[in-house]
């Protein structure tokens, strides 16, 4: 009997995501001053900021259990999603990336925020005087990941009506 192979074979997308959050979180941290900016396109700014909360600074003003909050949710979510590419073939291609993205962004964010408390965000898009909420590496694998899920479920759910 031949041992299909599972989602499981998509974690080095995570491990590739998790390694380039926390590098790039590290050589910003170690080069930029807390709000220095560096203007490198008209519309892009690398700034080094910190967000105590999730994505765009929610829940950021409570007095400091969100960062527990949003631990333990990173393990819960990522646990369900390794679980969900256990259960998968390795020929979902699509869901299985969204998921290890999904993965690696989530726990990067989960490392840096347990070791120091926040988050380092540091990509800066704007348009005159409106900022987008600065992100990270994370926030990208993350929103790939979930733009990913979502164009599988409409070619899912083309395939069905077919």
Known sequence: ????????????LSA???IL???SKYIV?????????????????????RNTGAAFSFLADHSGWQKYF???LAIVISAVLVYFL????????????AYALIIG???????????????????????QDWHYPVFNVADIAICIGASLLA?????????KKE
């Not at 380092?120 to 704007?126: A, E, G, L, W």
Request: glycine fraction near 4%; avoid cysteine.
């Open 70 to 72: 949003f631990i333990v």
């Open 105 to 127: 962004g989530a726990l990067a964010n989960m490392v840096d925020r347990a070791y120091n408390g926040f988050v380092v965000d540091f990509f800066d898009f704007y348009w």
């Open 16 to 18: 590739v995501a998790f």
């Open 1 to 12: 009997m031949k041992n299909k192979a599972s989602g499981l074979s998509f974690l080095w």
């Open 29 to 49: 941290t170690q080069n930029f001053e807390l709000y220095e900016s560096v203007n490198i396109l008209p519309i892009f700014n690398l700034t080094y900021a």
């Open 21 to 23: 959050d926390l590098l």
């Open 86 to 97: 256990k259960k998968n073939s390795a020929n979902q291609k699509l869901q299985n990336s």
């Open 151 to 159: 164009l599988d479920a409409f070619k899912n759910s083309e395939k």
